[in-house]
């Protein structure tokens, strides 16, 4: 009988393991009722809806269920998904940097919910809502992992609001299915949500994830089955126009530079599941500036991408190849070229279109062409940039890419050299990613041609990731022929052999205020294969870290470089300075510290030290970001960066600052105004950005905006305007 008993006790604990580890799910019923999105919950359709509950933590711990419930209901008609949300709080005081729509960061309430509508864990819809019945919406690419990417600059028409209680607040979304992709008849999507609760210091999730994943990961999914099929949902004809009045002054060149445009964007839905944007004399004049960088490397930095035209399925062109060191495409690169002096200058896009999305369950597509203007006083020609690009899913949650990329000059000018007249790239990618998402790498094989120029001309790699909750380990490995070459891509170095290696620890204390101890080696070394394999560069650091139950992040390193210079280069920047020598090797080390503090408070910041040797000298450099909200409305910020180079005679010594405050003010959920200013020396520039935006219908906005620059030295002005634009989204 003992036996007996024992194979029933081990027969029911395997039983319940099983059941502990099946996969989450909940049916959407189907309603012919219209849901007002106010936040009430008053409607009858929600005492019989089903939807997501028990909640689990996942930080400070990812083993118990939350101590701060949420509970989820939803159903959907004909052409929207509603979704009802209550989520219980110690009390009504919530946290908001400001009522601006898109909010992200840590430090804030919020809610997000996570649409995965055609069940590959690689790319979802996101929907967020606050307390305070702020909105946004974000495109997760992927899978959300470590080398997924998490768009808010995606936009769509929905509706949502909240109401807050003592304890508990509540939501409503109205969201129309047209803003989702999807097959025709699904039966279910792939769902969670995450929230985060700034009062407890709780971040949960529906479908369970372990906090060595990100928590917006989309390995880990709950089955969101609706109640009857899909129907055909086409997204209609989304015309946006605009109207900008410009006027301007170049104070350097003594011109005038004001203008008038009209241009638009057009959204068209080809089938449920592809999307075709086109664009006709595109203006990004009011996009948010670019934040000014102190860059102390010889090398160029990729800043992202904001423009909207590039936004919609943007992992299907940009993530070819590794960002780092070899992206073959770089949206940014459209639109900008290079005048006669070699300095940056914008390029006029003539128009262009762009079709990207699914062809069906497993195979992605996206289209490209977009046409530039001469600029025969720079001796810029008309350029034709085009490429394709085609992924196809394969195993659990890996794919195989192919892309060709052709940036052809049309009508080919007199100054333009023959062997520019054109540069193709073509190349074949292959992303891993486990179930689990424990795995994760990557191998690329891509090849340029140019005029006369066919042989080599390679750019390969090869990168494997392992994720656990106590060790990640991580090796990198790439190659880049001197003759590669990309027009629309990101090559920061070429005639490189380059290998990294991270290995991470972490542990988890039981007991105490820290919630994680981390410890990191990190190491990359380069050669220079056309000089006989050379030893070029090493970089080695080594660094522990704790973070805290309460937010706060302390950080202790030490790096050990060593750069040899196969030219001169003058890391200071100042002016008449003697450049170090080429064919010279230096070794230096440095040691770093940081701390970050709890990002719930009102006031929080962020501080960092580096000081040790730099080159043949040392340098010191301190930075810090600030913050300061007086929530909801209004939210000051301060970035500072201060570099101290000093090389021995006969080189130069420099003091470098950047210094950026920045203040936003939001009137309402549709009045914004933000006001950035940014002072480089190294740039020689202080630049003032202050833009009022009203957004007078949904994603339709009245900009204001005033842009000034000034030589640091002097402070006489190098350009000054003041746009205003005018743009409508127009369904049909």
Known sequence: MGKHYTALLLSLFFVFIQAQDQKKSFVVKFTDVTIVPDGLLDEAVWQTAEGPKDFQQYFPTDSILAIQQTEIKMVYSNTHLYVAIKGHAEGPNYNTRSLQRDFRGGGIDQISLVFDTFNDNTNAFLFGINPFGVRREALITGGGGEFGGFTTSWDVKWKGDAKIYDDYFTAEMAIPLTSFKFKEGETKWQFNSYRLDMQTNERSTYAKIPQNQPI?????MADMIFERGL???????????????????DYENNENLNNFKVGGDAKISVGNSLNLDLTLNPDFSTVEVDNFITNLTRFEVALPERRQFFVDNNDLFGDFGGGRDANPFFSRRIGIASDTAGNTIENRIIGGARLSGKINRNLRLGFLNIQTEEDAGNEIPSNNNMMLALQQKLFSRSNLGFFFINRQAIAASDFLPEDEEYNRVIGLDYNLASADNSWNGK?????????????????TGFNIGKNTRYVNAFVDLVYIDEDFNSDLGFIPRKDIFKMANIVQGNYWPKKGKINRFQAEVFSVVTWRPSLDFLYSDYFFNASVGANFETLEEVGLGFQKRFVYLTSEFEPTGAD??????????????????????????????RTEANYGAFFNGKSLSMAGRFSLRFQPKVELGLNVRYDHINLPQPYADNDIWLISPRATITFSKSIFWSTLVQYSNQRDNLGINSRLQWRFAPLSDLFLVYNDNYFVNTFMPRSRSINLKLTYWLNI
């Open 231 to 249: 129907g055909k949902s086409r997204t209609p004809l989304a015309i946006i126009p605009y109207v900008n009045g410009i006027v301007a002054r």
């Open 443 to 459: 191998f690329y094989a891509h090849k340029s041609f140019q005029p006369d120029d066919s042989e080599g001309n390679y750019s």
């Open 216 to 220: 917006f990961g989309l390995a880990f």
């Open 576 to 605: 008449g300075a003697v450049p170090l020598p080429a064919n010279t090797g230096y070794h230096f080390n440095s040691v770093a510290v940081s701390f970050e503090s709890d990002e719930r408070k009102l006031f929080n910041f």
